[in-house]
């Protein structure tokens, strides 16, 4: 083909791709035109056969037998056609996302996933991924199963393909030396062109060379179109951009290429920069991920993808990136383990994972034990002090800190000892001269814990006569240290050099020591270093707290309430200070400061009740929010503001109070208020009770408060929302005789009849409930319907014959049925209800309760000589609760017998028995 025609040819597939000229080749194959063309260093010949969707099926013949062989290619072009719905899919999906990222629709990162949907790499590791918590080292791949060998292949076949790439991709040696020298991580998507397209692929650069951009970009995009796998042309198209200063376009073919291409930890890094420089971290994260999955033991892509990604603020990532770094360390990188091992304890220490931060110590300490700094072995120290391991950094600072400890007495048996009884037996800690104060410092600390602190004596007094301007920190963690062990006095000798120093002398120095004096029961001095504590910090609760104690221990009680004074006009109050100071008011019998006070501090959570419209909208919700809701409606009704105007201000992120200590603290106050009579600001305060979110998630305290209602309700005199609390009770407990008899005393004052009504709704669902029974009878008897009366006693009377009360009911209707005008057979119901009284007598048994019931029976029948002989009987018997005088019912029998006389003209027995037992 001469150079006329090959540049028609490669026109033609340029204005129409090379499906313009598959007809061409297909009959140049046919007439052997192709063979012709095929250099003579290959006995191989190149077969193109049309396939689906305008695509060319390329085949290469072999030498030997088998290129003779006049079925081969039918085989062979049966099984590409098989194959070719499924390769044309993946062509055009990867087509497709090419475009979708080249267009800015999906990140780099969205497309290689896309890409790589469908492969399986169990290497590799995602460390981006949110599902893994901790990155751990990938597990060991099984052994494949035993495949059949295919034929060898000549070393003239494989330099054949290998010189073709070679020849359109110049960074291909670079990068199978870097994948041969330790790198190859992440699998490249490297495939080999065909031979047209590789023939294109070398026109178009010929094209850039001679300056024809335009051709060049359009033979490149066909190349893509045709095979989006390949890398050439898009580094082709990288490079272009790239000089022609379109840095971003540049920057996303060579992203494309890099994917595709075999991993290259230098072109990786270069795009990480590129990506930097445009401002894209994330984008520069996983450049530098593909980066250290080619070149896993290069440290400096570690240590620059974890700054980034804690620049950005993933630390998760960074911290499993450190570890990933530390696994992939070699035995002479020692420096660099160090360095990951450092940074990766600085994570576990934001993260509070302390253990994992001192197995990675122990790893780095074990591993190279040669490049341990002091800086390190003093950063592992304090580790272990945090997490109170103090054996193990006892050991540390023997093997890396040269402590040594000596004996006076040779003791042959000290192996058999525990670690804290050989500390007992040694007289001498041996300690080098140049070692840095600070492990010093954690030695001496390790010591006292170890309950050593004869063998850090020395230690100690230099530490006590160093200067407090250099040395107060470790001066501050001694003296912890010494407090921790109850050595008070001796932690009292550096506070108070701290406290003297200009340096030191703040709050929580001060704070330490007050406290130190306080344990050593030097209360005096300590009450003066809370006073200092309190001046310097006024708003520090737990130090005047103390020093209120301090102050009534002394038997200072008025000093003790000023220590816990706030203002509430000028500073939020603290719940806790507040709380102590109303019980200390209590205890100094301070009532109406107490109580004061006591308002004040439920006021954080109680509802201000202002009048009876909300005290009705509170007792009527169930729910906290629909007593809210109800609250505002009234307030809103009455033009009122809807919050308190002048409430005071809590600090609700110190002081907390346990519910438990705040309802006692109320149900003293309920005490104080009923001792005092003060039943209206007792109803108040407990109806407020029940709009407390705080009380209402205890479901005891909860039933408490409602019990209180009901109690402040009864001794105010409002029988309406006692009877509403009342109610409530008898439903959740119907067969409760101590609220049933609650239940009758405030129906007893109650103003309205609404608990007929209830009883019998209740009724229906209790039938055999005694109580019940009894109270349906009374409430039919008071109604004046008395056989409906009579058919509910009996029923009770039924189920318990051995109730006296029934009897004595019984027979009081049959009493007022006999009574009626109209009634039928008076005499038999006369007899009946003579019979019912005297079951009610045996029953009950004679006493001066009883005879006055007959007596009253027989004055209300007109039998009055029945009734002056009970009521005589009466007068001789004492009350029926001995040593109880409100049961004596001397006074209304003698004005009874009194009337009888009266009425039978006897006035001279009328005054006597008035004169005689009705006493004023």
């Known amino acids: 083909m001469g150079s006329e025609e090959f540049l ?102 969205e497309f290689v996933s896309e890409i790589n949907v469908d492969e399986e790499d169990g290497s590799s590791e995602n460390e981006d991924s949110d599902a893994d918590e901790e990155w751990r080292p990938p597990a060991r791949k099984s052994k494949p199963r035993a495949r059949p060998e295919s034929p060898p292949r000549t070393a003239s076949q494989e330099s054949d393909e290998d010189s073709m790439d070679d020849e359109f ?141 804690e620049q950005i603020g993933d630390k998760k990532a960074a911290l499993r990136c450190y570890r990933k770094l530390l696994h992939n360390m070699k035995e002479d990188q020692g420096e660099e383990y160090m360095q990951g091992t450092r940074e990766a304890a600085r994570l576990f220490y934001e993260r509070d994972q302390l253990s994992a931060a001192q197995d990675q110590f122990d790893e780095a300490f074990r591993r190279f034990p040669d490049i341990v700094t002091p800086d390190d072995t003093n950063l592992f120290l304090e580790i ?30 000290l192996n058999n000892l525990e670690p804290e009884e050989q500390l007992a037996v040694f007289s001498d800690l041996v300690v080098p001269d140049d070692l840095a104060a600070d492990i010093k410092c954690k030695v001496v600390i390790i010591l006292l814990n170890l309950n050593a602190k004869h063998l850090a004596q020395e230690l100690l007094e230099t530490f006590v006569e160093a200067d407090a301007a250099d040395f107060g920190d470790f001066q501050l963690d001694i ?89 509430e006009a000028e500073e939020m109050l603290n719940p806790g200070l507040l709380f102590k100071r109303c019980q200390l008011l209590l205890e100094e019998n301070k009532i109406e400061e107490f109580l004061l006070k006591t308002k004040l501090l439920f006021s954080r959570h109680f509802v201000n009740i202002r009048n009876k419209e909300e005290l009705h909208a509170v007792s009527s919700a169930k729910r906290i929010s629909s007593k809210n809701k109800a609250l505002n409606e009234v307030r809103t009704f009455r033009r009122e503001p809807l919050d308190e105007t002048e409430a005071a201000e809590f600090d609700k992120t110190s002081g907390d109070i346990s519910v438990t200590e705040e309802f006692d603290l109320f149900k003293k106050v309920c005490d104080v208020l009923f001792e005092l009579e003060r039943y209206d600001e007792l109803q108040r305060l407990t109806f407020s009770a029940l709009g ?106 039924k189920q318990d014959s051995s109730n006296p009360l029934i ?26 209800a003579c019979a019912f009284l005297n079951t009610y007598k045996e029953l009950r048994g004679e006493c001066q309760e009883v005879y006055y019931n007959l007596g009253r029976a027989m004055h209300q029948l007109s039998l009055l000589p029945a009734a002056l002989f009970y009521y005589k009987k009466a007068l001789d018997l004492g009350p029926s609760v001995p040593d109880d005088p409100i049961f004596d019912l001397k006074c209304e029998i003698a004005y009874n017998v009194s009337l009888i006389y009266t009425q039978s003209g006897n006035l001279d027995l009328a005054r006597f028995y008035s004169e005689k037992y009705i006493i004023v």
């Not at 344990?519 to 708003?539: D, F, I, K, S």
């Open 169 to 309: 991709n110049p960074k291909r040696k670079k990068s199978q030396k870097s994948k041969k020298s330790g790198g190859g991580g992440g699998g490249g998507r490297r495939k080999k062109l065909d031979p047209a397209l590789q023939g294109l692929m070398g026109e178009a650069h010929l094209r850039f060379a001679r300056g024809d951009v335009e051709n060049g970009k359009k033979m490149c995009l066909e190349i893509i179109r045709q095979d989006p796998s390949a890398p050439e042309p898009f580094q082709a198209l990288a490079n272009l951009y790239e000089e022609g200063d379109e840095i971003e376009k540049g920057l996303q073919f060579s992203l494309i290429a890099a994917q595709l291409a075999p991993p290259d930890p230098d072109e990786w890094s270069r795009l990480a920069d590129m990506s930097l420089e445009q401002g894209d971290i994330k984008q520069a994260c996983f450049c530098y991920k593909k980066a250290i999955e080619a070149d896993p033991t290069n440290s400096k892509f570690y240590f620059t993808r974890c700054g980034l990604l």
């Open 807 to 832: 009897a004595l009911m019984l027979g009081l209707t049959f009493c007022h049925m006999a009574c009626q005008k109209f009634s039928a057979k008076k005499h038999s119901l006369v007899v009946q």
């Open 8 to 109: 028609n040819v490669m026109n033609r597939i340029l204005e129409g791709g090379i499906e313009a000229v598959a007809s061409d080749i297909d009959e140049s194959v046919n007439d052997g035109e192709i063979e012709s063309e095929v250099p003579s260093t290959s006995h191989r010949g190149v077969s193109a056969v049309p396939g689906a969707g305008n695509s060319l099926t390329f085949y290469r013949e072999e030498d030997g037998e088998d290129s003779c062989d006049d079925e081969t290619v039918p085989t062979s072009t049966a099984f590409a056609r098989k194959d070719e719905p499924e390769t044309e899919s993946a062509i055009s999906r990867e087509r497709e996302l090419t475009q979708k990222y080249l267009a800015g629709e999906i990140s780099f990162k």
């Open 384 to 413: 272990m002090l945090l997490q109170e391991n103090y054996q193990h950094a006892l050991e540390i600072c023997c093997k890396h800190a040269d402590v040594q400890f000596s004996c006076d007495d040779a003791h042959d048996s």
């Open 479 to 567: 003296s912890e240290a010494l407090m921790k062990k109850k050595y008070y006095e001796d932690a009292i000798q550096f506070l108070k050099k701290l406290v003297s120093s200009e340096k030191f002398c703040q709050a929580a120095v001060w704070l330490q020591y007050a406290e130190c004096l306080q344990a050593a029961n030097h209360l005096v001095e300590a009450e003066e270093a809370y006073t200092e504590v309190v001046n310097l910090a006024p708003h520090h609760y737990e130090a005047r707290l103390q020093l209120s104690v301090i102050m009534r221990t002394l038997g200072r009680p008025e000093d003790a309430l000023m220590a816990l004074a706030q203002n």
């Open 692 to 797: 407390s979110p705080l009380f209402a998630r205890n479901q005891v305290i909860l039933k408490e408060c409602e019990f209180l209602c009901l109690l402040g309700s009864f001794f105010n005199g409002d029988s309406y929302h006692a009877y509403n609390c009342v109610r409530d009770l008898v439903i959740k407990d119907v067969e409760n005789s101590a609220v049933w008899n609650m239940f009758n005393l405030v129906i007893m004052r109650a103003d309205d009849v609404r608990h007929n009504r209830f009883l019998m709704r209740l009724m229906s669902g209790n039938q055999k409930n005694l109580a019940l029974g009894i109270l349906n009878g009374h409430n039919c008897l008071v109604a004046g319907t008395y056989k409906y009366s009579l058919g509910e006693y009996m029923s009770a009377f």
